[in-house]
């Protein structure tokens, strides 16, 4: 069965530095989003992709957060200047469909900021 | 009052049980109702979709959605330990990519 992979599984990074969380959508989907996860909270919309552009995004998603489809394939999510409360699990999903016929996710990035 | 409400549990079940899983909303535009599970240090896994109201069934999974009540529900037949796993209730608005998310039911079937 087609998967989303996201890489690496687990990164830790320090206080300021920038991330780049890296996923690979299912081949044949147009629709890509990024989500995260608080421990102990809820899976929160970041962003959505569609087109080579941001289709929507939440007001988390603010100056320090950009996404990209640099190729083909990769779908990226940069963290510029990471902050202790950016720690978090993010999902990448992909989706054939528009407006949430239900996502493909990732098994998800751990990101820890010490 | 919050978006979506899930409550948290946990929930424990005897295998063979009949698990009934719910979440209320606020937002009466939200058209797309899902559900998804979690198994641990994994990504959500879509389990049912249903757009607006009414019931889908699908092997042991039923979910119903009723408007009305901004009120939604997984039903779980003959209970497996593999079903053992955190059931997260999303939706979303028409013309809107963002999911809203409940925090998940902690869900144990015990053999």
């Known amino acids: 069965e087609p998967e989303v992979t996201q890489t690496p599984s687990h990164q830790v990074t320090q206080m300021g530095q920038e991330v780049i969380l890296r996923c690979v959508p299912i081949?044949?989907?147009?629709?890509f989003y990024w989500y995260r996860q608080i421990l102990g909270q809820k899976v929160e919309f970041l962003v959505s992709?569609?087109?080579?552009?941001?289709?929507?995004k939440s007001e988390i998603f603010d100056d320090q957060f950009s996404v990209e489809r640099p190729d083909g394939s990769n779908f990226t999510l940069k963290i510029r200047s990471t902050k202790l409360e950016d720690s978090a699990m993010y999902f990448c999903?992909?989706?054939?469909?528009?407006?949430?016929?239900?996502?493909?996710f990732g098994s998800g990035t751990r990101l820890t900021v010490v | 009052q919050k978006e979506v409400e899930q409550d948290p549990g946990p929930l424990s079940v005897p295998e063979g049980a009949i698990v009934s899983l719910n979440c209320t909303y606020s937002?009466?535009?939200?058209?797309?109702f899902m559900w998804y599970r979690q198994y641990s240090r994994k990504g959500p896994e879509l389990l049912m979709y249903?757009?607006?109201?009414g019931n889908k069934e699908d092997g042991r999974f039923t979910a119903q959605v009723d408007k009305s009540s901004k009120y939604i529900s997984l039903f779980i037949r003959d209970s497996q330990p593999s079903d053992s796993a955190t059931y997260l209730c999303?939706?979303?608005?028409?013309?809107?990519?963002?999911?809203?998310f409940g925090k998940g039911t902690k869900l144990t079937v015990n053999p």
């Open positions: 999903a992909s989706s054939e469909w528009q407006h949430s016929r239900g996502y493909t």
């Open positions: 081949s044949n989907h147009l629709y």
């Open positions: 992709f569609y087109n080579n552009e941001i289709s929507e």
């Open positions: 937002n009466s535009a939200f058209q797309y």
């Open positions: 249903t757009y607006s109201s």
């Open positions: 999303a939706m979303s608005q028409g013309g809107s990519e963002k999911l809203v």
